[in-house]
């Protein structure tokens, strides 16, 4: 599992000072967690995010995104609860969740947007 910041987000997520429109820049498909220390709903989603980090390892790459420290990148998602979970499928436009998702609601988000089994 990965912390994002601005500058690896644009290599791997999305360059929008190079696209108007979504393009996805990764390799596979990707779930990204913005959250805060403070949240405690995050720190429930947290364990989750590593074990489906690792259940999905070569298939999905898990990010994590500090909404406090990168102000900008949640503004530009438009975030305003946390923990809000974008789901990143390598075709078509990515998708958001919010709230502390069980894993069950999870395993089916990346098998139904992300497309992987």
């Not at 696209?19 to 996805?24: A, L, M, P, S, T």
């Not at 259940?55 to 898990?62: A, L, N, S, T």
Request: with cysteine; hydrophobic share 35%; charged share 35%.
């Amino acid at each position: 599992m990965q912390h994002l910041t601005m500058e690896n987000f644009k290599e791997k997520v999305f360059d929008f000072e190079k696209n108007k429109e979504w393009k996805f820049e990764g390799d596979k498909p990707c779930i990204i967690d913005f959250y805060a220390d403070w949240c405690g709903p995050c720190k429930m989603v947290a364990p989750i995010l590593e074990e489906l980090s690792e259940e999905y390892k070569g298939k999905v790459d898990v990010y994590k995104i500090d909404t406090e420290k990168e102000k900008e990148l949640a503004g530009m998602f438009g975030i305003r609860s946390i923990p809000s979970i974008l789901f990143v499928p390598k075709e078509g436009q990515p998708q958001m969740a919010t709230g502390a998702l069980p894993k069950p609601e999870m395993k089916k988000a990346i098998e139904q947007v992300l497309s992987v089994e």
